[in-house]
């Protein structure tokens, strides 16, 4: 930071300390010249060109250098050309390190901000009409008009920073850069706002003398004004930030029309009304000199789908060469009619799991460091680390062999191989392709930018195999213009890689076999030379890199020996280097080879500087001395200014430092290490490998993330497991892999070297077979990760897998034409226990003599993987054979054959000999059955008769290979070649199909998924698709049906099929039966056989359109699937896979033998589940299952105990008697109770919603309770609060957010949900009361958004708030929303209005605080009167940054003070008049891992699974501190035995394997140990103090030293098992025999417990013991209960444990005995347990949710459920009278009295 000196005072004329013109210190490039302006009678500087990085002048000249300018102010004289753009660029430093840049420009539209970027618009004369266009849309103040004259421009640098970048302090100036078209005078800094209407000595005879802040212009800095004139009449002045100013807009004094209000500036942000919103259209122009492009299509989908016209023609054609990145949909139709397959586009691209393709090589950062991309064959792929979320960019037709960026991420290059090598320039933030050309090569090797994006060399092989290099100029390919060729050249070298030179466009660098050369472009010619390798001419060089040094902006003489010194950017290596960076970093490049040599060439001296020769870590030692071996065969270099990373053959990434010493990071990977990219903060390094797995390596935590696995050859085949969402694939490469589409994480791994050819997951069971290219059928079960089955009945490939759809059948169909069923029913869960050697009889071959027919199957492979399909209701089989002519129709239970149909002869009028490759059965029908035939058709079959219904022609390009109907039997999807089509099941539109392209190889399987939300094709890789078209039941219309309403609902089968009301309209329909055309609700079969399901009665439902009656009646949807709403407003539950015993014997409230004391926490994870009466002083909030009365004056708390799920949400009567709760869904349906706040008795249960409630609302005279469900149940039922009997209910189609009664009228209420608002009025009549529901359409200004939280205001208005963060205003009585603004970046989700202050909660963690009092004036009739106020507005009057997202909020009366619950778990004290918030209730977040007691009970510890570490006082139960590690997982924690408050210190396990010890009375990190690699699971004080017994996930436990942190002994007797327990307790150890003062414990996850005894003082340790229990295999679906033991408190020669075994129990072992002296039956299997010092009393916590509490004297037992999850820790207080459980987040403190 540069210091104040005297020098600058009072200013400093920079271009006269920096000599501008001389050019020295500062710097010019393109057109920048002096004339004299007559204007100001003086020289100036004139700078012209076409854009700021073309023609420009900075000082000072180098990036290295800064001008160290102290001054607050600077003062530009400039003045802009009219019409043209301009451009002021400073970078400045703050006093906390950061450089901030700081942009002023015409050329902005609008302002833009990071933590480094400032972006202000600017406007100049010429864009004034501009600004009147668009100050209805814009949601600041519009910009005022710069005029295009002298101006002297005051910039307050510190108030820049403080305003915009949250309170940020300005230290100095770095450097100056002005640009583009503009003339300037002279620039000056200074402390003192100056006036520019004249000098010191004009000043000075009228008086105005200078102040400490104020003063006149310099001398040299005056502009001259004639006599008798005004100052500004001739020039303007402007000051930037205006006083007030808060957002973008730049002020100018003089200007009477664009001043600002700064009171009204002061954070309020612009509201418009409804009407006065403009629509603003932008229209892209193309450039004539791209390759041939389509016309303009739809791109607002995100998909790959265009509309049909675009291409016509007689047959089908692909249009695969566009500047879009969408696919190109073509129909196949000659004519283009209205009608057509809705909605359009069908399908839209959500996720692409793979890597590669052509290579796996390509892998870049974004500039931010946020997002990897990376080609997926012929796809280009975005996805973003934290969340997976991918962007696509497609358009090439091959695989894409090469990626490049620029240097700010802004463009993106991509290249694709095959004959027609086409290169591809995209903008990566809107994802649209700027110009696409040809290289004419076979394939594109590499692809590289310069740093500006100004240029872009390719390298590539033509036909005869000489390497081909081209640099085209790419400057102004974002603004529309052309790419043309700079250079090109042919050449034998052979190149592996080439990369643009940062510091200079024009030089380039390649290396490849035997050569490193240096290339540079002059006068359109590329010239090279090579570099002089000496000795080690014969290497492969497989990449070159240069140094972080390298600034785009230095110039190549400055880049010298001496000249330059780097910086570093991690703290970490800082340490790990002692501060030192070689200086030849940052002029040097970096080869590297495929021996292991690393070469250092200097490029000013065009020679190797050094050579080093790497080595693993494990032979560097014993080769340090050697020129002989083996050294790393490296594939890939990066380098930081901090690390060098590498990638190499033997599949590590390694971090080396810059001298290359040794390694001090490395990570192993499966396969070779590809390429690697180091993040441009230096935080994380991009690792692929050659396997197709793609990952990065957190350098500060060294954890390593994947981001991809893939297949490395051709997926063969699917199958969809729906129930839970996982995918499993069969791949050429040999593997099974098992993936989430949700996460699209790899779950499961099959390696075989037997290749897979089909696949099949089982209908319900976490069971999926695959069929082998030997004919082996294998059956898995995920659960166990074991293999079931293993059959061998087939000769040649398994072509055809199926299961049935009741999940009791599995059929097998091999390439030697062979049909196999194997009964897959599952036997009792005692039966498979019993007999677990045979449990493969579940899928045993049935005998029979139609079983195992050779010749049943069509042979050959050409039909896989889907050569089989079974029928819906499991009756029938279908499949291609006894020859390829021909389809068989089979019994399922029989293999009887029941129908044959010659497929060659149902076509007459071709002589063409068709032949059957795919069928498939209709999903809803049985009786249609779908043949893909080698003719390009596709027929429907009916199944009784073998009649053809209707036939298909031209279905692809080439034959289809796979298909698929959806579940509604509304769509079919076919697959041929590269592309995916969808069609009109029932073909009656003129355009009946869409098609999908986006494979570059031949799609091998398509099909819908469970459910038909999507769609999976497979073939290069796995496309996961959006199925747009919702899904509908399948109604039986009552005109067109023959069957009586009896008939239908007695579940017997119809006799005959109903006559069709409407037939089809069949495309190219040849022999078609009319009497055999089906209806589209067919029967499903009269045969007794096929076991028909009943028929089902639906109600119907109509959808609700602008300001209707709701019907009040609770209908329901059936078939029809809810997706939960795009808002964190809606409640969902934490996701509990636990239940809650029923059989738990609780005890009476007077023979508990303990008693809640404290709840810790509050559920973040709530939704309005906090409540607060200030007038009667209630405050209540939830926590699980437990409503927590605390009375804020005294911290005392009252527990309302009575549900057993996590509760949602709460509501207090107005008179603050009854206190309203509701649970989430328990068995049928959720509970609400109704509570008498001051007695705390629970006056009524009310149950009603089948799924959780949402929200809670009681009326305005408390006579009603409003209750609302969720998503998935959106009814809306009105309750008595008298009597709590249901009055009336009400459904909605779709789902309600929040829910409000009126604060002034009892009867009127109000509803937001999705896009709409709901108006509600109650119409009592006598005992009669009805609910009358009217709804509203969310404006379309603020787009199709979910309405997400509402508040009333007065009588009249009515507030809303949108996912979006929009605040809508609605008239009550007209139900018309006339007012709207943005309030919000993020979702608001709580609203609440007092008077005329408005509270807004949303997800961007913001409170703000609004001004409403002119909304009064806004409303239709205030216009309609004509008092409209325009002068006023909305204004935010505050705003608080909380914790975490709101999720609840209560303020008193005049919205002075409140509290407000964040999902943070933190309950905040408001206090609006003094800006101040106040942690009223603390809790952790995520799961807690442990709990620790200390010693003298002062104070206890909790750690969580979100890294956090936090000490709280007892009894008080505050928090006094807390420790957060991030991107950390805390698993463990102890204490210390010492008493002393200054010695006092804690100690905690983290997932990376460290230690860290932190000092509680400094609340500071005292010491940080790494004695494990893996995350810790269990840590423990000896008894002494002196050592810390740890262990690891890999069953390692190191004993290390509590005073300076060195491991003294490492102990590998549990390795392979995680630790579960470590205890230590002091205890002489005579008595066994042994020497030692401490005996200590371990426990692993494999059910052993070993005892030692130890004496750390002389490092003595020895084995006492070791325990291992029997135990059966573990089968179920979740992981084993766990290993736990104790000593026992009183004796500690008696070691209590509970495990996994035979039998639930507690075993009593004596280590003197050796031997169980007693054992205690259980119920449940243990999770955790704790035993009491005092009173023989064991805790105990069990998955089911019960905590018991047992007397081991005697075996008497109480149980006790106030928690709504499974309990993972449970803990005694060192005194025996305390005992805290713990349940997910849950923590309870409990009274013990004993038993």
């Known amino acids: 930071m540069a210091s104040k000196a005297e020098w600058q005072d009072p ?670 903060d230096s935080m994380r390094v991009l690792a692929a490998t050659s396997t197709g797995n793609l990952g990065f390596l957190d350098v500060t935590s060294r954890g390593y993330s994947t981001l991809m696995r893939s297949h490395t050859e051709t997926v063969l085949g699917f199958s969809v497991d729906g129930i839970r969402r996982h995918l499993t694939t069969a791949s050429s490469d040999g593997t099974v892999r098992i993936w989430s589409m949700d996460s699209l994480h790899q779950l499961y791994d099959f390696v075989s070297e037997d290749r897979p050819c089909s696949v099949a997951f089982h209908p319900s069971e976490q069971i999926f077979s695959c069929g082998f290219s030997s004919g082996i059928v294998k059956v898995f079960d995920i659960s166990c990760g074991k293999l079931m089955a293993e059959h061998n009945h087939h000769q040649g490939d398994v072509v055809g897998l199926a299961f049935a759809p009741n999940g009791k059948s599995m059929y097998s169909a091999g390439s030697d034409g062979s049909l196999t069923r194997y009964n897959s029913s599952r036997k009792d869960n005692q039966m498979i226990r019993v007999v677990l050697k045979v449990k493969q009889c579940r899928y045993r071959l049935i005998p029979s003599e139609h079983d195992g027919l050779g010749g049943v199957v069509a042979r050959g492979t050409g039909r896989a993987p889907d050569a089989l399909t079974v029928s819906s209701d499991s009756c029938c089989l279908a499949f291609v054979g006894p020859s390829e002519y021909t389809i068989t129709l089979a019994n399922a239970l029989s293999l009887e054959e029941c129908l044959r149909v010659d497929v060659s002869i149902l076509d007459a009028e071709t002589n063409f000999l068709d032949s059957a490759l795919k069928v498939c059965f209709s999903t809803a029908s049985p009786e249609h059955l779908l043949v893909a035939t080698s003719a390009n058709k596709i027929l429907w079959v009916n199944t009784k008769t073998g009649c053809l219904l209707r036939q298909v022609s031209k279905v692809h390009k080439h034959w289809c290979s796979s298909l698929a109907v959806s579940e509604d039997r509304r769509f079919l999807v076919t697959a041929g070649h590269n592309a995916v089509k969808v069609w009109d099941y029932t073909m009656r539109l003129h355009m009946n199909s869409q098609m999908f392209i986006g494979h570059s190889q031949p799609i091998n399987q398509v099909s819908f998924t469970p459910g038909q939300l999507g769609v999976v094709s497979v073939g290069d890789a796995i496309f996961l698709w959006d199925f747009l078209a919702n899904p509908v039941d399948l109604l039986q219309p009552a005109a067109s049906s023959a069957v009586s309403e009896d008939q239908a609902c007695n579940g017997m089968p119809r006799q005959g099929a109903p006559t069709p009301f409407s037939p089809p309209q069949p495309l190219n329909v040849s022999a078609t039966d009319t009497q055999e055309m089906e209806q589209e609700v067919t029967a499903i079969g009269s045969d007794p056989s096929c076991n028909p399901k009943p028929a089902t009665s639906f109600l119907k439902i109509t959808e609700l359109s602008d300001i209707t009656n709701l019907n009040s009646s609770h209908q329901a949807f059936p078939g029809k699937k809810l997706v939960r709403p795009d808002c964190y407003r809606h409640f969902i539950p934490r996701f509990n896979n636990s239940t809650l015993d029923k059989a738990a014997v609780t005890p009476q409230p007077a023979e508990a033998g303990m008693q809640l004391k404290a709840v810790i926490g509050y559920n973040g994870n709530g939704r309005g589940n906090m409540v607060w009466s200030p007038g009667q002083g209630l405050f209540a909030y939830s926590c699980g299952s437990v409503v927590v009365v605390e009375y804020l004056n005294s911290g005392h708390q009252r527990h309302l105990q009575g549900h057993t799920e996590e509760i949602s949400c709460l509501a207090v009567s107005n008179d603050a008697k009854l206190l309203a709760s509701a649970a989430s869904k328990c068995n049928v349906r959720s509970i609400i109770c109704i509570w008498d706040i001051q007695s705390g008795a629970c006056l009524h249960t009310i149950s009603y919603h089948r799924a959780a409630v949402q929200s809670l609302a009681f009326s305005k005279d408390d006579a009603f309770i409003l209750s609302v469900g969720d998503f998935s149940d959106p009814v809306v039922a009105l309750w008595s609060s008298k009597t709590f009997q249901m009055l009336t209910g009400v459904t909605v189609s779709t789902p309600i957010h929040d829910a409000a009664f009126s604060p002034s009228e009892p009867a009127q209420l109000a509803c937001v949900g ?269 008894a002494n103090g002196d050592v810390i017994i740890s262990g690891g996930k890999n069953g390692v436990i190191a004993v290390s030293s509590a005073r300076d942190g060195t491991t003294l002994r490492v102990f590998m007797d549990h390795k392979g098992a995680a630790i579960s327990t470590i205890q230590c307790v002091n205890e002489q150890c005579k008595d066994f025999g042994i020497m030692g003062n401490e005996l200590w414990l371990a426990t692993s996850v494999d059910r052993r417990v070993s005892v030692w005894t130890a004496d750390w003082f002389k490092y003595r340790c020895s084995l006492l013991d070791w325990l291992t229990l029997p135990a059966p295999p573990y089968c179920q679906d979740d992981s084993p209960p766990p290993s736990l033991a104790s000593f026992c408190p009183t004796d500690p020669s008696l070691v209590i444990y509970t495990t996994y075994g035979v039998e639930k129990e507690l075993s009593f072992y004596s280590l003197s005995m050796k031997t169980i002296i007693k054992k205690i039956t259980l119920p449940h299997w243990a999770t955790c347990f704790s035993l009491s010092s005092k009173s023989q009393l064991i805790a105990l916590g069990s998955k089911e949710r019960v905590l018991k509490l047992i007397k081991w004297t005697s075996g008497r037992f109480q149980d006790f459920v106030q928690h709504s999850d499974s309990l993972q820790t449970c803990r005694f207080s060192p005194s025996g009278t305390l005992l805290f459980s713990v349940a997910h987040n849950e923590i309870l403190l409990w009274a013990v009295q004993g038993l």
């Not at 796809?379 to 062999?401: A, L, P, Y």
């Not at 963060?1365 to 609440?1392: N, S």
């Open 11 to 680: 200013y400093v004329n920079v271009f006269k300390l920096f000599k501008v013109g001389e050019w020295k210190k500062s710097s010019k490039e393109g057109d920048v010249s002096t004339y004299m302006d007559k204007t100001i009678n003086c020289s100036v500087f004139r700078i012209k060109g076409s854009g700021p990085k073309e023609s420009y002048m900075r000082i000072p000249n180098s990036n290295s250098q800064s001008l160290g300018l102290t001054g607050r102010y600077i003062y530009l004289l400039v003045k802009p050309f009219p019409g043209k753009s301009f451009m002021i660029l400073l970078e400045v430093l703050a006093e906390d390190g950061r450089v901030v840049r700081i942009s002023l420009s015409n050329t902005f539209k609008e302002f833009k901000s990071t933590p480094t970027s400032l972006y202000f618009p600017i406007l100049s004369e010429s864009d004034q009409d501009s600004v009147v266009k668009t100050k209805a849309t814009s949601k600041l103040q519009a910009p005022v008009c710069l005029q295009v004259r002298w101006t002297c421009l005051m910039i307050d640098l510190q108030g820049i920073l403080s305003t915009y970048l949250n309170h940020l302090y300005y230290s100095h100036l770095k450097s100056i850069k002005l640009c583009s078209y503009m003339c300037v005078k002279n620039i000056f800094t200074s402390d003192l706002q100056l006036s520019p209407e004249g000098s010191h000595h004009d000043l000075k005879p009228t008086g105005l003398a200078s102040s400490a802040t104020t003063g006149p212009m310099p001398r040299d800095m005056v502009f001259p004004v004639p006599k008798g004139r005004s100052w500004h009449d001739f020039y303007d002045y402007v000051r930037f930030p205006a006083e007030g100013q808060h957002f973008n807009v730049i002020d100018n004094d003089n200007n009477e029309a664009g001043s600002t209000n700064p009171t009204e500036n002061e954070g309020s942000s612009a509201v418009s009304s409804i009407p006065e919103l403009a629509e603003v259209l932008t229209q892209q122009e193309s450039s004539p000199n791209q390759l041939p492009s389509p016309p303009p299509c739809d791109t607002s989908e995100a998909g790959v789908h265009q509309e049909d016209d675009l291409c016509k023609g007689d047959t089908e054609e692909e249009c695969v060469e566009s500047p879009f990145q969408h696919p190109v949909y073509v129909s196949f139709s000659e004519d283009t009619k209205e009608q057509k397959l809705l909605p359009d586009p069908i399908l839209r691209l959500r996720r692409i799991i793979g890597f590669g393709g052509a290579t796996t090589k390509c892998a870049l950062w974004t500039r931010s460091g946020d997002a990897v991309v990376y080609p997926c064959h012929a796809i280009v792929v975005s996805m973003k680390i934290d969340c997976n979320e991918q962007r696509f960019f497609i358009g090439h037709t091959d695989k894409v062999s090469a990626l490049a960026f620029n240097g700010n991420s802004t463009t993106l290059a991509s290249a694709q191989t095959g004959n027609y090598c086409v290169v591809r320039v995209w903008n990566y933030l809107k994802g649209n392709c700027l110009a696409m050309f040809r290289m004419h090569t076979q394939s594109v090797i590499s692809l590289s930018f310069s740093y500006s994006g100004g240029f872009l060399c390719g390298v590539g092989k033509d036909s005869h195999n000489k390497t081909l290099v081209v640099v085209w100029k790419t400057a102004n390919v974002d603004k529309g213009g052309t790419v043309s060729i700079s250079a090109k050249t042919k050449t034998d070298v052979d190149i592996k890689t080439m990369k643009i030179a940062k510091f200079d466009d024009s030089r380039l660098v390649s290396c490849g076999r035997d050569n490193i050369r240096l290339w540079r472009v002059r006068n359109g010619i590329l010239r090279s030379c090579p570099i002089n390798l000496s000795d080690y001419k014969s290497m492969e060089f497989t990449d070159v890199v240069f140094g972080e040094g390298d600034s785009p902006d230095q110039h190549l003489a400055d880049r010298t020996l001496s000249g330059n010194k780097s910086v570093f950017k991690s703290e970490l290596l800082r340490i790990k280097f002692k501060n030192h960076i070689p200086l030849w970093l940052s002029h040097f490049r970096f080869a590297s080879s495929q021996s292991g040599h690393i070469f250092e060439i200097d490029y000013t001296r065009v020679v190797i500087r050094r050579v080093r020769w790497l080595f693993p870590a494990q032979q560097q030692e014993k080769l340090a001395f050697s020129k002989f071996g083996q050294g790393i065969a490296i594939n890939s270099i990066s380098v930081s200014s901090s690390f060098c990373a590498t990638g190499s053959e033997d599949g590590y990434l390694r971090l080396w430092p810059l001298d290359f010493s040794s390694v001090f990071l490395e990570a192993e990977h499966e396969g070779p290490v590809s390429v690697v990219s180091i993040s441009s």
């Open 1314 to 1582: 999705s896009r709409s608002v709901y108006f509600g009025l109650i119409h009592n009549s006598g005992q009669d009361v009805n609910l009358k529901v009217t709804t509203a359409r969310a404006p379309a200004e603020v787009g199709n958004v979910e309405m997400t939280a509402l508040c009333y205001h007065s009588d009249s208005l009515l507030f809303t708030a949108t996912n979006r963060g929009h605040l809508c205003v609605w008239d009550i009585k007209t139900q018309r929303c006339f007012m709207t603004w943005e309030a919000d970046e993020g979702e608001i989700g709580i609203l609440l209005c007092r008077e005329n202050s408005l509270l807004t909660g949303s997800n961007t963690h913001w409170l703000r605080l609004w001004e409403v009092e002119a909304v009064q004036g806004m409303t239709p009739q205030a216009t309609a009167l004509g008092t409209k106020d325009s002068g006023k507005s909305v204004v935010l009057k505050q705003e608080i940054m909380l914790d975490g997202t709101t999720v609840s909020a209560a303020f008193d009366n005049t919205m002075d003070m409140g509290i407000v619950g964040t999902t943070a778990g933190t309950l905040w004290y408001i206090d609006w008049l003094n800006s101040s918030s106040v942690r009223l209730v603390s809790g952790h977040k995520n799961k807690v891992n442990d709990l620790a007691f200390h010693p003298d009970e002062s104070h206890f510890a909790t750690c969580s699974e979100d890294g956090s570490l936090r000490v709280w006082s007892f009894p008080g139960n505050e928090l006094v501190v807390q420790f957060q590690v991030l991107n950390q997982s805390c698993s463990c924690v102890c204490w210390s035995s010492s008493s002393s408050k200054q010695r006092m210190s804690v100690a905690a396990g983290y997932g990376d394997g460290t230690l860290r010890i932190f000092r509680l009375s400094t609340a500071e990190m005292e010491r940080k140990l790494q004695p494990h690699h893996v995350a810790v699971t269990a840590v423990q004080y000896s």
